[in-house]
């Protein structure tokens, strides 16, 4: 430096660039804030003090600072008195309201704002009713806040101040998107995106794909959303800025679509920032997502602590609007609970009219479904209602006149409720509100007392709902998202029991199970990067696979692979419109039962109920509890998971079978007992809830019987009467509009499924897989595919021309995330996601491995596991065991199961034959052959040999080609 003194306004001129810079980028601009503030500070400069700390403060606001943030626009303002310029302290003043009101005090944001306002002219007055216009966002009054917006904007326009144009069509939007004007959403964000781009914006950019996510969240089109937020992660996350809203939208998201575990982990992220940040204006807006997160996830009480602690705070921030929101959940959760709320009729009266008056669609439409039901079972008066128990009957009461004498509140209240909601069904608004919309529709046809109109309106929900789902490719989506439909179908369930008809009762029985898997399913395009996050994740699991204790870092990478595909997947868009088959028809369904019987299982609240079609006759009859029901199931299967422990002492496994037969028996006389229609004949189970997991075998009327099961009896039907192609293989069903509607799998003109190639793979680390695995090649004179050979890729080619495939392996269900089930092969494990990808699949499939056939069970009997994806693929029958299986144990029951296959009997009968030919051997070869079940058509042979063939001969023949089979005692489980 040459010690010459610098120039008077060189502060200014670099207080000024601070200001520019931190408009640019606030992260990278707030070293320079900080030199120009210290800087013109020292040189007593009050102007450029001021701007500078301005600038300070306002970086300080984008990276969570807010107490820092306050105290430097508090300087900047005072040093704008200190200058004699009343509008920079003004236009430091709208800056420190905004921070005034990340910290929850919107009301004292609206009054420094409102204060700074007289002194400001022109752009800096334009801004500040910018700042003005977010309050009342924030608070709730979306109308006074559009109409700042456009008064500023204006301004804006006029003098081509990009930068704030930028800004206040991003903040626009936001109110926008909130009063479902999408169209409108959207423009304003393309829009500031294209002048983010111009005026080099990158972060900006990263923050209004992070607001587009949050639109396209409300509009209902999930993947979009998807990809939205994951590229605002991206962007935000690189420049190290505030990523708590963010995470709140992700769990709106997540919410919209019922995954409901992941929704609360993205709040509990968006509070956990919110606080460190000290915004605290947000939390009690993630607290109101948690307390739906929890009603939908079956926690109410947990709901009803975060719902009070939201109305507490949203309370002490004098948000009306938000408030009456937070009441709407406390209200909700106490219905969920089983609570009965008692309120005064006008404390319900201004929450719907305060939710309808926000314009919130969605709240509004909730809040008079809500209030409609809490005036019909409580009939409120006002002389006797109990006190308010969300502790603000007060607040609610504010500016509504007293109404002394008021008549009681009587069905017509709650008339009108219902009437103001079932108009959303008529709206054009997102597919969730006009479902809504229906089930309040159907509600006051209830109330009217016409039953046909209950169940016209439950339709239409259903089908809007289920076109809102066809959008989504990815199937945990489309899964999770059947939550929705719960109201409906319970309803147009309970109205189907009231009517007492089987043959109505049998169609709503349908309505509500399964209703994913009656979809095409969506087949993943060929994706590279899809495709080495798979073979990554195979490698990682076949290195834990090696492993008595895994390392940390190594289950940190598996979950990191796993998070990524899963979120790389649900970007996968569906075709919309696609709509589910309907349900089948008592008659179609007597045509392709013939001398079969089917019984479907159905819950109505408590209880168990059957209905049973047997030759074209339905009939219904309650059996008794559910819970029953699952409490023996538990005892049956841990008796037979004793049975198969290896090297079990003698009194355990006496002890074990008093246990499995007792249980057994006990649920043969709730289940079946009562149904004396079905006779001996071959049966059809459709199970719900814990039935899914029930080893059928055991049941003492069921031994030597053949049954097969299926998620739904719609699902049978398709399975057991559509053609089948040339060589046996499935068709691929994406492009169709439902299974089987476009050449899928099932019979031939002969009644014999095609025959097509046979397949037997060996995994690895299991014994007895490779003896069995040629066992089954040689019965079926199929291809063997065991050691290196039997890679995931192999596997893939070979299922997919293969007519009949038996894979025996290690199996594992991931109860978290069930399309990370699947079997190990040589190169790592065969998932779920992995079968979603194949272009064919095998008409019938032996899994022989641990819990294969066991599903995840979803809200509407959804099912989701490996069994499923290859019958959402279009395989028609599998079996596979609902039950660990011991390794060795498991081999003498296949062999028999395939020699009775290829001898021409349908798998359900020859799995059958097979467990009641080895019932009396090994206590080990008994359970493992409990274990499996026959799922899917079960009827259709698979190969056409002489029916007068002697099994045994064939099993003489084989063994001797491929050796000894090994002995049962010992070894591994699959």
Known sequence: MDGSPEPADAPLAEAEAALAAVDRDPVSGLPAAERAARRAARAGHAVAASTAERAWGHALLHVGELDNAVRHLSRAAAWGVRAGRADLAAEARYKLAFAILQRGRPQAALRE???????????????????????????GRLDESLAEFEVALQVLRRHADLLGVQRMLINRALVHSDRHAFAAAERDLLEAETLAREL???????????????????????????????????????????????????????????LTAEAKAAAARAVDAYRRERRS??????????????????????ALGHARAALRRFRAQGRREWTELARLSVLSAQRAAGQRPRLPGEVIDVM??????????????????????????????????????????????????????????????????LSRAAAASRSRGPALVRARGWYARALQRRAEGDARGVLAAVRTGLRVLDEHASAMGATDLRVHAAAHRADLVALGLEVAFEAGRPDGLLEWSERARASRLLAAPVRPPDDPALTALLARLRSVTRDLAGQAAAPAPLLARQADLERRIRDHSRRLAGTPG???????????????????????????????HALTVVDGRVAVRRLGATAEAADLIERLTFAVRRDARPYARPEALAASAALRDAAAARLDALL??????????????????????????????????????????????????????????????????????????????????????????????????????????????????????????????????????????????????????????????????????????????????????????RTGDELMGLAVAFLARGTSQLVASVLPIPDAATTPVMVAFHERLAAGRPPAAALAEAQRAVRGDDPRTAAAAAGFVCIGAGAVPVRSRDPERDPSRDASRDRAAIGPMPAPSGGPAR
């Open 578 to 608: 696609d709509a589910p088959a309907a349900p089948v028809t008592p008659r179609d369904l007597a045509a392709s039962l013939g001398p079969w019987a089917l019984v479907e299982y159905v819950r109505r609240g408590a209880d168990l």
């Open 113 to 139: 704002i409102d204060a700074a306002l007289p002194d400001l002219t022109g752009m800096a007055a334009a801004r500040a009713r910018a700042q003005r216009a977010i309050v009342l966002h924030v608070i």
């Open 281 to 302: 204006l947000k939390v009690p807006e993630v607290q109101v997502l948690l307390a739906q997160a929890e009603i939908l996830s079956g926690d109410p009480v947990a």
């Open 200 to 258: 080099g914006r990158p972060l900006t950019i990263g923050l209004i794909a992070n607001n587009l996510g949050l639109m396209e969240t409300l509009r209902g089109d999930v993947p979009a959303a998807l990809r939205h937020l994951d590229r605002a992660e991206r962007i935000i996350g690189a420049h190290g800025a505030q990523l708590g809203t963010l995470h709140q939208d992700r769990a709106e998201l997540l919410l919209s679509v019922g």
């Open 672 to 857: 079946l007992g009562p149904l004396a229609e079905i006779g001996d004949r071959p049966l059809v189970v459709v199970p719900t809830g814990p039935l899914h997991s029930m080893p059928w075998s055991l049941l003492p009327s069921c031994a030597g019987r053949p049954v097969t099961v299926a998620p739904s009896a719609t699902l049978w039907h398709l399975a057991r009467t559509r053609p089948a192609p040339a060589d046996g293989t499935d068709g691929d069903r994406s492009g169709g509009a439902g299974p089987g509607r476009d050449g899928g799998v099932g019979l031939g003109r002969d009644g014999v499924a095609a025959g097509g190639r046979v397949v037997a793979v060996a995994g690895p680390r299991l014994p007895a897989a490779g003896p069995e695995a040629a066992a089954v090649g040689a019965i079926h004179d199929g291809a063997v595919l065991a050691g290196a050979a039997a890679s995931v890729e192999a596997v893939s080619a070979a299922l997919a021309q293969a007519g009949l495939a038996h894979l025996a392996a290690h199996g594992h269900l991931s109860a978290e995330n069930p399309l990370f089930s699947g079997i190990a092969l040589a190169d790592g494990p065969l998932m779920a996601y992995d079968v979603e990808r194949l272009p064919r699949v095998p008409h019938t499939l032996v899994l022989a491995a641990c819990d294969s056939g066991r599903s995840v069970v």
């Open 352 to 417: 719907v009219a305060t939710l309808d008056a926000a314009g919130w669609p969605a709240a509004a439409l909730d809040a008079a479904i809500v209030a409609a039901q809490v005036t019909a079972e409580r009939r409120v008066r006002r002389d006797e209602a109990e006190p308010d128990p969300t502790g603000d009957a007060g607040d609610a009461r504010a500016g509504v006149e007293p109404a002394a004498g008021r008549r009681s509140r009587t069905a017509d209240v709650a008339a009108g409720y």
